[in-house]
């Protein structure tokens, strides 16, 4: 605060700080003013106001921010700072949560998508999406988990399954639903 303030050069946020800060006021300002000098060098056939111009920059910061706060070295259940190499490990597993959750809500919006479009045309296999829907939703998370085998530090992680004589495998209607997705890019 008694420093001349950022450099329009080398522009960086205090990110200890949040978006109202002065520091970080002044750096979305000017951020917000080379924005619309751009705008106007380039002609940009839309022109919009400075508010909502500052608006999705402080949302982005906003989103910056809890990135970094999220990278941030934690205390452990022993009361010690996480070391580098346990806040990687630990942001990769936030990461692969984030990953997973996204493919399954991914799976059941295309079910979701394709059995209205089955049922809206009367087609005949309207009925095996439907069942195919049902059973994954059924199912939830733990029905999903062929996507959790990985291979870490070299070491080879072997998940066996123990067969049922009740329990089938769904990874041929998985793959078929994630399939689906990527054959009718049109629809998705």
């Known amino acids: 605060e008694d420093s001349p303030g950022p450099n329009p050069e080398c522009l960086q946020f205090d990110l200890a700080k949040n978006s109202k800060s002065p520091w970080n006021s002044v750096v979305l300002g000017i951020l917000c003013q080379q924005l619309k000098d751009q705008c106007t060098t380039e002609q940009w056939p839309m022109q919009r106001p400075d508010t909502y111009i500052r608006r999705l920059l402080t949302e982005q910061y906003k989103r ?28 990769v597993a936030e990461r692969q949560v984030v990953l997973k959750q996204c493919r399954q809500t991914t799976r059941h919006r295309i079910l ?25 939703k059924t199912l939830g998370e733990h029905g999903m988990s062929s996507d959790e085998s990985d291979i870490g530090n070299d070491v080879e992680e072997v998940l066996r399954v123990k067969n049922m004589g009740w329990r089938r495998s769904i990874a041929r209607e998985l793959d078929l639903v994630d399939l689906q997705r990527l054959v009718d890019t049109d629809i998705f």
């Open 112 to 136: 979701d998508h394709i059995v209205k479009l089955k049922t809206e045309g009367n087609e005949d296999d309207a009925g095996a999406w439907k069942w195919l829907q049902r059973l994954v």
């Open 64 to 91: 910056l921010r809890t990135t970094w706060r999220n990278a941030q070295p934690k205390l452990t259940e022993k009361g010690t700072v996480e070391t580098p190499a346990e806040t990687e490990a630990r942001l």
